[in-house]
């Protein structure tokens, strides 16, 4: 019977946080003493929407999607941070041959930091990639280069994507294209869980409730 006691002490202790006497008060039992408490303080939690899948093959495709983006999120996080603070101090730099050399500085950093990883990326998470970059920034991928280089090399980068069927002019849009959907419902997911460390779209976009509305509503139309 000892033996026995400290379990049960233990074990009302935990199941007394859930229940109520009959004034409404909470009472937490600890080594056989009663404290009442009036509230217990929780942190506020969002429940987010979930996506249903009726079809296994639509399941698949958005957990593949998911392992994707959250590799590929970290690269677009930084690249993204990195952008902003270049040009933020290429703002301040008023002679444009230290702006040329400042960008050029940023540039060797940013390809020898990350030119071996991404290269290992597969098509589509480049994709996800360059669509992640425009939710961080505002700005696609090829207006980026040509803002920072020139027509020239922009037209040159976006061209040689296109032979892997890839678009640096792709931009991020949950309400209108499905995928980017996903990808924000991935990315809303993983924040809150502590997975990833968020970043703030530079765009507004509506929540995953109102988005969750308006693919249902969309899928539920007939197709033209």
Do not use: C
Not at 35 to 51: A, D
């Amino acid at each position: 019977m000892k033996f026995y006691l400290p379990l049960l002490i233990i074990f009302y202790s935990l199941f007394s946080f859930s229940q109520e006497n009959n004034e409404g008060d909470t009472f937490i039992i600890i080594k056989g003493d009663s404290i009442m408490k009036n509230s217990i303080e929780l942190n506020e939690i969002t429940l987010l929407p979930r996506i249903k899948f009726t079809d296994r093959d639509k399941l698949r495709q958005y957990l593949i999607l998911k392992r994707k983006t959250l590799k590929v999120y970290p690269y677009a996080k930084l690249a993204s941070v990195r952008l902003e603070t270049l040009y933020e101090r290429v703002n301040d730099i008023k002679r444009k041959r230290n702006r040329k050399k400042y960008i050029k500085r940023t540039q060797k950093y940013v390809e020898g930091k990350f030119t071996d990883e991404l290269k290992k990326l597969t098509q589509t998470e480049g994709q996800i990639l360059i669509k992640l970059i425009n939710r961080h920034t505002g700005f696609t991928v090829y207006e980026v280069i040509k803002d920072l280089k020139n027509g020239f090399n922009a037209f040159l980068f976006n061209t040689t994507a296109k032979i892997f069927n890839m678009s640096l002019k792709e931009t991020y849009l949950p309400t209108e294209v499905i995928e980017d959907y996903y990808i924000e419902d991935i990315l809303q997911k993983a924040f809150q869980s502590g997975l990833l460390e968020p970043l703030a779209p530079k765009n507004d976009i509506p929540d995953l409730f109102y988005l969750k509305k308006l693919w249902s509503t969309k899928s539920s139309m007939p197709k033209q």
